[in-house]
């Protein structure tokens, strides 16, 4: 039976089926999230176990903790097998938090509790254009970070996790060997920066973001043997951008801003950037009507979270730049969602 077929019936589905799959995707969404908070995956890493195992480890129901699993199996996350034991499919293998790529963090964020309690209120970002964040929790969801530290840190893994499907498409995407010094703004703990480094051995950069943010760099940067190349600078790319660099990279940067402060911030990146000086956006674009596209479904996480965020199309972006003071050059697409857009200072 197909992994998207959670039904168990033979065939394609009929329309009310398919339909209802879409509608109860929550149950999977948190299913997913348990799983990922409990730490289900880390527990099967050396092979299959018994659910009553996992639970002791977990410290959780036995009987709960088998019905999750089960489900997990439904949707392909988990393989069930004889007496209630349980293995890793390589969908589920990428739940555990110690494998390149994991999607561990961003399955945490995705289901914790002040996502979720945004997204039930859905609705009223669709009915004002206004965030849903704000109207739950009353502030937007960056300054409410700033004072929530430990949610902060579920968003910051959760950064660096979806990076992991990403920050290599980008630096084998992308040449990076004409960039004496390349800026990351708003680059979290580094793994962005990390991969790039790594692929370009000449390169030499720096990591600017929110003091408590890049307070997390160093051990990643340690890790990946590039902390010698590499400056970090703390600030607010809304306030300024860092001196010294002949290009600045911003990756899902722009799509979490409306359109004047997008502007501002490439305008304070115009500021700092030599003659010629280069932006490099790193975004999923909207595809035509006709086409599938990530950046459609994620375009509603802008709506609910972000302070009037959006996805935006080629064209709109490059009316962004020209506003910013660059002038888009082209878009080189990687082996994943996203884009390097690219802009020449003007």
Avoid at 178 to 193: P, S
Avoid at 219 to 224: D, G
Avoid at 292 to 314: Q, Y
Avoid at 323 to 328: A, K, V, Y
Wanted: proline share 6%.
């Amino acid at each position: 039976m197909p992994k998207d077929n959670w039904f168990g019936v033979p065939g394609e589905l009929p329309p009310n089926l398919e339909l209802l799959q879409l509608v109860v995707g929550k149950w999977a969404a948190q299913a997913v999230y348990a799983a990922a908070e409990i730490g289900i995956a880390d527990r099967l890493k050396d092979g299959p176990r018994r659910s009553a195992d996992v639970a002791r480890e977990c410290g959780t129901s036995d009987d709960a903790t088998y019905r999750l699993m089960r489900a997990l199996s439904n949707i392909g996350v988990l393989e069930e097998r004889a007496e209630r034991t349980f293995a890793l499919t390589s969908v589920g293998q990428l739940l555990r938090g110690d494998v390149p790529g994991s999607m561990r963090g961003f399955a945490r964020f995705v289901g914790y509790a002040p996502t979720w309690a945004a997204w039930g209120e859905m609705v009223h970002s669709v009915k004002t254009g206004q965030p849903a964040f704000d109207h739950v929790f009353g502030q937007n969801v960056f300054d409410w970070f700033a004072k929530h530290l430990d949610e902060s840190a579920v968003f910051d893994e959760a950064m660096t996790s979806i990076s992991g499907t990403e920050a290599e498409a980008v630096a084998a995407g992308f040449d990076f060997s004409r960039i004496t010094t390349l800026a990351d703004v708003g680059g979290g703990r580094g793994f962005q920066l990390a991969t790039i480094l790594k692929a370009t051995p000449a390169l030499k950069a720096i990591l600017f973001d929110l003091p408590h943010v890049v307070a997390g760099a160093p051990p990643l940067l340690r890790e990946h043997g590039i902390e010698g190349r590499v400056r970090v600078a703390a600030g607010s790319f809304l306030e300024s951008a860092p001196e010294g660099a002949d290009a600045i990279i911003m990756k899902h940067i722009l799509h979490d801003w409306n359109d004047e402060d997008a502007v501002r911030i490439l305008r304070n990146c115009h500021q700092v950037l030599p003659a010629g000086g280069r932006v490099l956006i790193v975004e999923a674009l909207v595809p035509p009507p006709e086409q599938s596209g990530w950046a459609k479904l994620l375009d509603l996480e802008m709506l609910v979270l972000t302070p009037r965020g959006r996805e935006r199309t080629e064209m709109e972006f490059a009316a962004l730049m020209s506003r910013g003071g660059f002038r888009l050059t082209r878009a080189v697409p990687t082996m994943s969602p996203v884009a390097v857009i690219e802009g020449v200072k003007h």
